[in-house]
């Protein structure tokens, strides 16, 4: 599996809602930022990263791409992955300017595909090729109902639809309001709505203090919170520590951690109960893998970020033993051959050879953007 070509592309594809927003961002469309790699025997990987369909910043991806990782993957064996993760990982030019941001966004891609194109080759769905179903139910949390932007009203009426119509039994809610008092009022309100036996999880994306996640959370446990994802900065290893001291509700948190060591410090710190790793951030399935593996030494959950709406995530958790829920958000699913599918709850195993990321050709024509 000689590699001859890596072909970098942009899509900004249209969100289920005219925009959203949680405590720190608002987003109108969703950025598949990643590449294509082809092989002497005519077979295609492709991986990608998730953005804020930001052009100038995705365009810093695809040339790192490029310019940057292509150059050293041309003429090698696709095979190679270990090594080649490495190569491009320890390249000291490349790691003088960046071991995380967007160095490791566009490695995430060129992983992704390496591994996409191992499983074609293999004629298996990821999760076959890896070793082997090693969860046997795979249950969604649904988060696309929870946004920050949504009133109250719209809040409960979409979460009753989730549970009542679809058939979930968890979803997340944001919150993050300047008076926190807000976002207990919102999810009393839910709770009431859908009764005692759905978890609930709340996000934060990192907008609070620690004395004021404090406060909240005191609040917040009478209302039986599944997790507490992101209650603080993404890097403030300690404050997170000392609430998840202070409070019964576990924290969450990994889709803004970079490195294996970023989790490594977290989990040294007992920082967390949930870890969630995200492909697009990690450089790929091959640290994707180092830090599952890390959490389940530690004996704790493994529950992707669904960054690239769970298309990869979906075969890591259903091989890794350490997996049982992943994250709901279906912004983007109907633009690839296999999408994800949620039934009553609970998400389809993939059957297609692969990884799950190749896009529809339609989808790439219609929402491509320029890569300069």
Known sequence: MKIVAVEPFIMHLPLTQSSISD???????????????????????????????????DRLITSCISDCYAPLLIGEDANDRTRLWT????????????????????????????????AKKAQMPLWKFLGGQGTQRLEGYNTDIGWLSFTQDELVAGSQRAVEVDGFTRIKLKVGHDDPTTDIDRLAAVRAAVGPSVRIAIDGNGKWDLPTCLRFCAQATPLDIFWFEEPLWYDDVASHAALARATSIPVALGEQLYTLDAFKAFL????????????????????YIQVADLAYAHRLPVVPHAGEMSQVHVHLSYWHPASTILEYIPWIKDH?????????????????PGAGTTPLAASLERFGQSLR
């Open 23 to 57: 405590s720190t961002h608002s987003v109108t469309h969703w950025g598949v930022v990643g590449t294509r790699i082809r092989t002497d025997d005519g077979l295609e990987g492709y991986g990608f990263t998730g953005t804020h369909s930001h052009l100038a910043s």
């Open 87 to 118: 190569k491009l990982a320890r390249h000291p030019a490349l790691q003088w300017v960046g071991r995380a941001g967007i160095t490791h966004l566009a490695l995430a891609a060129v992983d992704v595909a390496l591994w996409d194109l191992a």
């Open 268 to 287: 040294s710190a007992g920082a967390l109960s949930f870890v969630q790793p995200d492909v697009t951030r990690l450089a790929g399935i091959t640290e």
């Open 336 to 352: 690839f051959e296999e999408p994800i599918r949620v039934e009553g709850g609970v998400y389809a195993l993939p059957q297609h």
